[in-house]
T-cell receptor
Framework: KNEVEQSPQNLTAQEGEFITINCSYS?????LHWLQQHPGGGIVSLFM???GKKKHGRLIATINIQEKHSSLHITASHPRDSAVYIC????????????FGEGTQLTVNP | KAGVTQTPRYLIKTRGQQVTLSCSPI?????VSWYQQTPGQGLQFLFE???????NKGNFPGRFSGRQFSNSRSEMNVSTLELGDSALYLC???????????FGPGTRLLVL
């Protein structure tokens, strides 16, 4: 079993829909990151969380440390949100090392 | 500020050769991490350098090595290339603590 599991693996939505991507992890963590990767490879860091909730524009990230679970929400989705979304954790014992989920391929159709 | 830059962007090598990839972090960032991304294994941590010292290392063979210079620029080297080394190699920089990392565009390596 991977240390970081994401669901779903693939997600197709219509423009305007509310989207949720889930991330579960099995180790104690010091931080959890949500990343966005567009075709071509470039990765953008969206959020870093250690507790609670963060919001940036139409994106919201939450984390429940007790349940070892995080969610990334996209409100009013748009075709430009189409990308791979990756969850990564920094474990309590691994220092700076990140362990990644397999990613969720999101496609938003107009 | 300029972003993280990586050179070269694309590279084709043959088995047995060696390759050196370069990463220039954002000005003021002292930590550089390297990652390998393949379709089969996804993103995997290679190593992290901070102030010219390797601070953390992933589970890769000794053929993968790196270094960091006094200006925080970093290089990674892969010796005796194998077909399975074909991947996107990404570096990311940060100030030095457990904060947001900023990724470069990556170097796409193809080993024939």
């Amino acid at each position: 079993k991977n240390e970081v599991e994401q669901s779903p693996q693939n997600l197709t939505a219509q423009e305007g829909e509310f989207i949720t991507i889930n991330c579960s992890y099995s180790v104690g963590i010091s931080a959890l990151h949500w990343l966005q990767q567009h075709p071509g490879g470039g990765i953008v860091s969206l959020f870093m969380l250690s507790s609670g909730k963060k919001k940036h524009g139409r994106l919201i990230a939450t984390i429940n440390i007790q349940e070892k679970h995080s969610s990334l929400h996209i409100t009013a989705s748009h075709p430009r949100d189409s990308a791979v979304y990756i969850c990564a954790v920094r474990s309590e014992t691994s220092g700076s090392r990140l362990t990644f989920g397999e990613g969720t391929q999101l496609t938003v159709n107009p | 500020k300029a972003g993280v830059t990586q050179t070269p962007r694309y590279l084709i090598k043959t088995r047995g050769q060696q390759v050196t990839l370069s990463c220039s972090p954002i000005s003021g960032h002292r930590s550089v991490s390297w990652y390998q991304q393949t379709p089969g294994q996804g993103l995997q941590f290679l190593f992290e350098y901070f102030s010219e010292t390797q601070r953390n290392k992933g589970n890769f063979p000794g053929r993968f090595s790196g270094r960091q210079f006094s200006n925080s620029r970093s290089e990674m080297n892969v010796s005796t290339l194998e077909l399975g080394d074909s991947a996107l190699y990404l570096c990311a920089s940060s100030v030095g603590g457990p904060e947001t990392q900023y990724f470069g565009p990556g170097t796409r390596l193809l080993v024939l």
